[in-house]
């Protein structure tokens, strides 16, 4: 069963206004993280936030911010004030117990790509 | 400081010949892993290091596919007999070292893109 998905394969925004990104997970693990990434056109990976399942508050970086509601398993990521730079493709990410025993990796999503129009 | 660096960034090869890709973590970064990710498509875990010692290599989708890593540092990620399949953009990441409860992100390097004719 896929672990992370991403229904929105694009999006446009409008300069200046918010966008939120959809990130639904899938783990029966009680401990896990959920991660969110931007990878712009040049390729490299920039990380953006950092969700802990038992973090009580929703994670802000900045314009970045996360709406974790864990009862539906979501991790979405809202981007405040968006700007020409924040154009690039974006992924959620997670890992949990069984990720740490098996590999220690990031479960990636499909990725949105967004793009900010002025 | 420095980041993650990989090299080269990019690579052409003839199918059939073998690559090696190289990455440099973040000094003091005990765990490092290797992804792929074909185009337009998200990222594929292949391996993961802490320290020298692989302790899954489930990833790896064939065993053309090998890593190492020497001194706790660089790691070198070869493809002998490379197929047109194998054409993607490698990356490697670095985080602190990770055990049970420790969440640390991984920073990721430029990547290599390798792409077989």
């Known amino acids: 069963a896929q672990k992370i998905t991403q229904t929105q394969p694009g999006m446009f925004v409008q300069e200046k206004e918010a966008v939120t990104l959809d990130c639904t997970y899938d783990?029966?693990?009680?401990?896990?993280?959920l991660f969110w990434y931007k990878q712009p056109s040049s390729g490299e990976m920039i990380f953006l936030i950092y969700?802990?399942?038992?973090?009580?508050q929703n994670a802000t970086e900045g314009r970045y911010s996360l709406n974790f509601q864990k009862a539906r398993k979501s991790a979405n990521l809202v981007i405040s004030a968006s700007q020409l730079g924040d154009s690039a493709m974006y992924f959620c990410?997670?890992?949990?117990?069984?990720?740490?025993?098996?590999?220690?990796?990031?479960?990636f999503g499909a990725g949105t790509i967004l793009r900010v129009k002025s | 400081g420095a980041g993650v660096s990989q090299s080269p960034s990019n690579k052409v090869t003839e199918k059939g010949k073998d690559v090696e890709l190289r990455c440099d973590p973040i000094?003091?970064?005990?765990?490092l892993y290797w992804y792929r990710q074909s185009l337009g498509q998200g990222l594929e875990f292949l391996i993961y290091?802490?320290?020298?010692?692989?302790?899954?290599k489930s990833g790896l989708p064939s065993d053309r596919f090998s890593a190492e890593r020497t001194g706790g540092s660089v790691s070198t990620l070869t493809i002998q007999r490379t197929q047109q399949e194998d054409s993607a953009v490698y990356l490697c990441a670095s985080s602190l070292a990770v055990s049970s409860g420790s969440l640390y992100e991984q920073y990721f390097g430029p990547g290599t893109r390798l792409t077989v004719t």
């Open positions: 990410a997670m890992r949990d117990a069984l990720e740490m025993e098996y590999g220690n990796k990031l479960v």
């Open positions: 783990t029966s693990d009680p401990s896990y993280g």
């Open positions: 969700q802990g399942s038992y973090d009580q």
């Open positions: 000094s003091g970064h005990t765990a």
């Open positions: 290091f802490q320290g020298n010692s692989a302790p899954d």
